[in-house]
């Protein structure tokens, strides 16, 4: 027998991302949200927006990404939502002025994200922004996702493979 | 920079005061003001090698929820949420009356519910 979600009370548990190999169709789209800090996270439980327990126990530390499906029923999909948040944005004009703000930001051991646009993303920080200003650099606050696929890595980069 | 040392004690702590059923959290909640100077990915990320370390924490959930800063304004008689560091209230008035923003706090402890 089906339980309606609105009774439902143990949550539902995901272990891992699914493979959206069919689409969606009709389902109603639910939406898991977490911050961006969150995406790594080997345990969280949360409701999503339309109000339905969800216990995310990774049994591995890979992070989940904004736009994984995360449970399909016949019904409903449940994708997961990374906030934007406020974060620093630089455009280094050059692979020299990359190396030397990763350097001074990574001295901070602040996550950066290099977007496809080769921009360097940073989550705001106030010291950190000001410091970046003092420093000659031309940075921006602008709302953004912080994709965790987009983050450097000090080791296991694949794009250095 | 110091988070690894900060989840510890957090957790040290939860064990000195929670001593009989400290095995039965399921949630801690920490609350870190804006000012408070810590990083929510670094804290996280210390309580997944703390987990390595002593697996049997692994069942836990660790929430951090960052608190923007509040300010008072003389002036208004009122409060104002700090936006970028930028301490002046929406009348101009600069403030350094710091309501909230500098906390680091453990805010909620969630237990495993009693067996029937």
């Known amino acids: 027998m089906t339980v309606p979600f609105a009774v439902q009370t143990e949550p539902i548990v995901v272990t891992q991302a699914l493979e959206n190999l069919h689409g969606l169709g009709n389902r ?3 939406f898991f949200v977490i911050e961006w800090y969150e995406a790594s996270k080997s345990r969280m439980k949360k409701k999503t927006r339309g109000g339905i327990d969800v216990l995310v126990e990774k049994a591995h530390r890979s992070a989940l990404e904004d736009g994984d499906l995360l449970y399909l029923s016949e019904e409903r999909a449940i994708l997961l939502k ?23 930001i990574g001295n901070k051991h602040v996550p950066i994200f290099i977007t496809h646009e080769n921009e360097v993303c940073v989550a705001y920080d106030a010291p950190l922004y000001q410091l970046l200003l003092s ?8 709302e953004r996702v912080l994709h965790p696929s987009q983050m450097i890595k000090a080791y296991g980069n694949k794009s250095l493979k | 920079m110091h988070e690894i040392s900060i989840v510890r004690n957090v957790f040290e702590t939860l064990q000195e005061t929670y001593p009989d059923k400290f095995d039965r959290i399921t949630k801690v909640q920490i609350e870190a003001g804006l000012l408070s ?13 703390l987990i390595m370390e002593e697996p049997e924490l692994a069942d836990i959930e660790l929430e951090v929820l960052l608190l923007p800063i509040i300010a008072h304004c003389e002036v208004c008689d009122q409060d104002f949420e700090v936006v ?21 706090q453990i805010s909620r402890i969630e237990f495993v519910e009693n067996e029937p």
């Open chain 1, 135 to 142: 420093g000659g650099f031309r940075a921006e606050i602008e």
């Open chain 2, 37 to 49: 100077n810590i990083q929510p990915i670094l804290i996280q990320n210390a309580f997944e090698a």
């Open chain 1, 82 to 104: 990374i906030k934007p948040c406020d974060c620093v944005v630089l455009r280094p004009q050059s692979l020299q002025e990359v190396g030397t703000l990763c350097f001074e």
């Open chain 2, 84 to 104: 970028r560091h930028k301490f002046v209230c929406a009348c101009g008035t600069p403030s350094k009356n710091i309501v909230q923003g500098e906390e680091l």
């Open chain 1, 28 to 30: 109603t789209i639910d």
